[in-house]
């Protein structure tokens, strides 16, 4: 309780940050007061500018925190991230073919990104359901690689053919960044995302047993098949979700859920809500730095978080191993 | 409690069932040992008593219900299970382990409540573990490991303990303290079934021995007559002798080709 209470108050902190940093850097007193009462000065800038994108990169680096966690034990393998089930390649696949089948306008891309992760995660689900229902983890990970693989060929393929100027931007976009956030794409991300949240945190304790492999977890009492399709489901909505809104960002789902099992707890009713706030956290601090370092360009946050992810992982890992 | 009655698995595509007309009944307070030949059908039989594997004819039941028909929830409070093989990925420590077998009696966001509490703590103390409950899993020794393994099946609070090979890979030490346990623990009530390859341990600890052979039953009784030289040298086609031990069971001895006693080796089958 007392760590959970300790994560909760870093996420305030980076949300206060979040907000506070920018072209107009705010202390935290006028944070508070500018979210407290409409007439302070910098009320303008912290609702309508920087809390919704803080916001969304704290959700988005939430999911994918807690998609991660549930992935690496659904599949038995902590090198597991939200991208394995080929959702990374079809989302690019999506928003390339949109912008290069009618630039300018047409499909949002978000949306068509959204359409292109659901399909790859409709067909690795096909490849990955072996004689009969079983769904198989092992042909999971293979299936998303064969299809990510298959989507990124083809998404390079278009990027030659095509000659859409806008294709650049397509490459930016898929890199990740919350430079479109808007309370609008906050709403919409919070009300879709509700439904698989809350059942990837219903399934804990499945996803405790799942995690000690499949025959113990159904000698433990656990119906490991929906269990397994429940996971798969919720994280992939979820991810999809968030590469829909910010594009790609690696290594918040495959670094976080690792750091809180290693200091904290690999049970999953502490993992979850861990991986949440500390995801949450990170990724807003990330999305903070990408937008000031090299103000007024912004480095995608994408780039932002394996650089400061790798080096914290690489620490985490050699502390624990000594 | 646990019982297979003509009990017949064939596997897609094997020429000859993995089990052929099987029947048994472990009973509660009794420790059936089920032992035979690698490939005789025992992993088989154990997995269709738990409703993991569908029979072509016959049935397999748990508590007089098709082991298949059970809820896995309700089935994880009747029938602790001990697997040939568990690996742990992530660095879980004991008493969270075995508070995993109380996971069938709470809900999905149900919080552990003292009874679940009691019921980890008289495990780990029945298994003789206590004293490791903060110790991560993964620094365990092997024998320790199946300890909390039991334990944890211990807090489903079964009536019935299924163990698959328990002490492959355990020194002497470590494998009688594991028979021991599970002795004891059939003594105060329990059904337990124990696949094991020891057959001078299965002839001390069980009430009774089942012998597979190529998916049949070659023998089911007590050790002083399933465990007799002509069984068990014609199910495991190797010449033995069988002596009865200080303690009246009978221990097989497997001979060497050249033992002067190997000639009496009777033809393969016999005594089936």
Not at chain 1, 121 to 143: E, F, K, Q
Not at chain 1, 197 to 223: K, P
Not at chain 2, 77 to 103: I, K, N
Not at chain 2, 245 to 265: K, M, Y
Request: hydrophobic letters at 50%; one cysteine or more.
């Amino acid at each position: 309780m007392m760590r959970l209470a300790g994560l909760a108050a870093f996420a305030l902190i980076a949300l206060t940050i979040g907000v506070g940093a920018g072209s107009v850097a705010l202390p935290p007193g006028e944070v508070w007061s500018g979210l407290a009462r409409a007439d302070a000065p910098a009320s303008l800038i912290v609702r309508n500018l920087r809390l919704p994108r803080a916001l969304l990169a704290f959700l988005v680096g939430g999911g994918l925190g807690v998609c991660g966690a549930a992935l690496q034990a659904l599949v038995r393998n902590p090198l597991a991230d939200p991208y394995l089930l080929g959702l990374s390649g079809g989302a690019g696949l999506g928003a390339v073919l949109a912008i290069a089948a009618r630039p300018g306008s047409g499909w949002p891309v978000p949306l068509a990104a959204f359409v292109g992760a659901m399909a790859a995660v409709v067909l690795v689900y096909r490849l990955s359901v072996v004689s009969g229902r079983r769904l198989d983890p092992r042909v999971l990970l293979l299936a998303g690689v064969v299809v990510g693989a298959f989507a990124s060929a083809v998404m390079s393929a278009v990027i030659v053919l095509s000659d859409a100027p806008q294709l650049r931007n397509a490459f930016l976009w898929l890199l990740g960044g919350f430079t479109a956030s808007s309370w609008q794409t906050l709403g919409l991300f919070v009300v879709y995302s509700v439904i698989p949240f809350a059942m990837l945190f219903a399934l804990a304790r499945s996803l405790d047993l799942l995690a000690l492999g499949e025959e113990t977890a159904l000698h433990l009492g656990t119906d490991v098949e929906r269990a397994k399709r429940l996971v798969y489901v919720a994280a992939s909505l979820l991810t999809a979700a968030s590469v829909a809104t910010s594009g790609i960002i690696g290594f918040v789902g495959l670094v976080v859920p690792h750091a809180v099992r290693r200091l904290w707890s690999p049970l999953h009713v502490a993992l979850l809500p861990a991986s949440f706030l500390a995801g949450g956290g990170f990724l807003v601090l990330a999305d903070t730095l990408a937008r000031t370092v090299i103000r007024p360009l912004e480095l995608p946050v994408g780039v932002v978080t394996a650089l400061v992810g790798v080096p914290l992982f690489a620490v985490l890992l050699r502390r624990n191993l000594a | 409690m646990l019982s297979a009655r003509g009990l017949t698995v064939r596997y897609p595509g094997a020429e000859s069932p993995a089990l052929a007309d099987v029947d048994l009944d472990v009973l509660c307070g009794e420790l059936v040992a089920l032992t035979g030949p690698n490939g005789s059908g025992k992993t088989t039989l154990v997995r269709a008593i738990l409703g993991l594997v569908k029979p072509a004819h016959g049935d397999a039941l748990v508590d007089g219900r098709s082991a298949r028909a059970w809820d896995r929830r309700e089935l994880a409070r009747a029938v602790g299970v001990v697997t040939q093989r568990e690996e742990v990925l992530f660095p879980l420590r004991v008493r969270e382990m075995v508070m995993m077998g109380r996971y069938a009696h709470l809900g999905a966001l149900g919080a552990e409540r003292e009874v679940d509490r009691v019921a980890v703590h008289d495990a780990l103390a029945r298994c003789d573990v206590a004293d490791l409950a903060d110790r991560r899993v993964d620094t365990l020794s092997g024998g320790e490991w199946q300890r909390v393994r039991v334990a944890r099946a211990l807090a489903q609070e079964p009536r019935a303990l299924v163990l698959d090979e328990p002490t492959a890979s355990l020194d002497v030490r470590h494998e009688m303290e594991i028979f021991e346990l599970v002795r004891k623990l059939a003594t105060s009530g329990l059904a337990a079934l124990v696949v094991t390859h020891q057959l001078n341990l299965a002839s001390r600890y069980a009430e009774r021995v089942l012998l597979l052979d190529q998916g049949r039953v070659a023998a089911l009784g007590p050790p002083l007559e399933v465990l007799t030289r002509e069984i068990v040298s014609g199910t495991f086609r190797w010449p033995t002798t069988v002596a009865l031990g200080h303690d009246g069971a009978p221990q097989v001895t497997p001979l060497r080709p050249g033992d002067h006693l190997a000639a009496t080796f009777p033809t393969p089958g016999h005594g089936r």
